[in-house]
C-alpha cells in the first residue's frame, strides 16, 4: 500500500505539470494571436521607394505590407515619404513638410543613389544619412530596434547607364552602400543588401519596370523575399 500510495503521489504532480504546462502554451499561442496590436509601417526614401515606373501598390513598401499580412500581422497605416530624384537632402525637407508621428512601428530608410547621380559630395552623404537614420529611430518611438536600412540598387547594369560609366557607377554605389552599413552598424540596425538582386536586371530585363531604370514589381517582389525574415523578426515579440 505504501508502494501504491508514493506511485500515485509521483504520478500527480508531473501529470498536473504536463497539463499546466499544455494549457500555458496554448493560452500564450491564443494570446498572442488575439492581442496583436495592428503594425504601422513608415518607408522613407526616394524614386525606389515610391515605385517610380509601376503602379504604387506594387512599390516594395507596400508589397511588404501586404506579405507582413500573409503571414498574420495586423497591418495599419503604411506611410511613404519619397519622391523620385530626391536627395538625402531633399528627403529631410520632405520629412519636415510630412512631420510623421513618433510611433510607427516599423521603419524603413533607403536613400541616396541621387546623390551619387548628381556627383554631391560624399561628406554630405555621410552627415545627412546619419541625421536621417536617427530621424527614422524617433519615428519608430525612439527605439533603434524596429528601423532597418536597405541598399542602394546598382542602377550601373541597367540599358539607361549604359552611356554613362556603368563601372563607375557601380563602384561609387559600392561606396555610398559601405557608408550606409557602417553608420546602420554603430546603431545596431539591421542592413537589407539588395543590391545583388539589382544586378540580376543585367541578364533579365523584366526585372526593370518600362523606363529600363526603376524596378519591376518583380525585382520589388524578390527584394521582400530578402527582407521578410529580418523584418519579421523585428515585429516578434
Known amino acids: 500500500m505504501n508502494v501504491s500510495v508514493k506511485t500515485g503521489f ?5 501529470f498536473f505539470f504536463v497539463l499546466l504546462l499544455s494549457n500555458c502554451d496554448t493560452k500564450v499561442k491564443k494570446t498572442a494571436s488575439e492581442s496583436a496590436e495592428p503594425v504601422s509601417y513608415l518607408a522613407l526614401g526616394d524614386s525606389y521607394t515610391i515605385g517610380t515606373g509601376i503602379e504604387q501598390k506594387n512599390n516594395y513598401p507596400n508589397q511588404l505590407a501586404d506579405s507582413l499580412a500573409t503571414l498574420g500581422f495586423q497591418m495599419d497605416t503604411t506611410l511613404i515619404i519619397a519622391t523620385n530624384g530626391w536627395t538625402t537632402s531633399d528627403l529631410k525637407n520632405g ?3 510630412h512631420n510623421p508621428s513618433s510611433d ?10 541621387n546623390n ?10 555621410k552627415t545627412e544619412f546619419r541625421e536621417l537614420l536617427e530621424q527614422a529611430i524617433g519615428f519608430a518611438g525612439g527605439d533603434s530596434r524596429n528601423v532597418f536600412v536597405i541598399s542602394i540598387p546598382n542602377y550601373g547594369v541597367t540599358p539607361f547607364a549604359q552611356s554613362k560609366e556603368p ?9 555610398y552602400n559601405s557608408i550606409a552599413e ?3 552598424g554603430e546603431y545596431d540596425i539591421p542592413f537589407i543588401n539588395i543590391t ?4 540580376v536586371a543585367e541578364e533579365d530585363l523584366s526585372l526593370l519596370a518600362s523606363d529600363e531604370l526603376h524596378p519591376s514589381a518583380k ?18 515579440p
Do not use: C, N
Open 10 to 14: 509521483k504520478f500527480f504532480p508531473v
Open 95 to 97: 520629412i519636415a513638410e
Open 104 to 113: 510607427f512601428d516599423l521603419v524603413s530608410l533607403l536613400i541616396g543613389v
Open 116 to 125: 551619387q547621380y548628381q556627383w554631391l559630395d560624399i561628406e554630405l552623404y
Open 167 to 175: 563601372e563607375t557607377i557601380r563602384r561609387k554605389i559600392s561606396e
Open 182 to 184: 557602417d553608420i546602420s
Open 196 to 199: 545583388p538582386i539589382s544586378e
Open 219 to 236: 525585382m520589388y517582389s524578390m527584394w521582400v523575399e530578402e527582407m521578410l525574415p529580418t523584418v519579421t523578426h523585428i515585429l516578434e
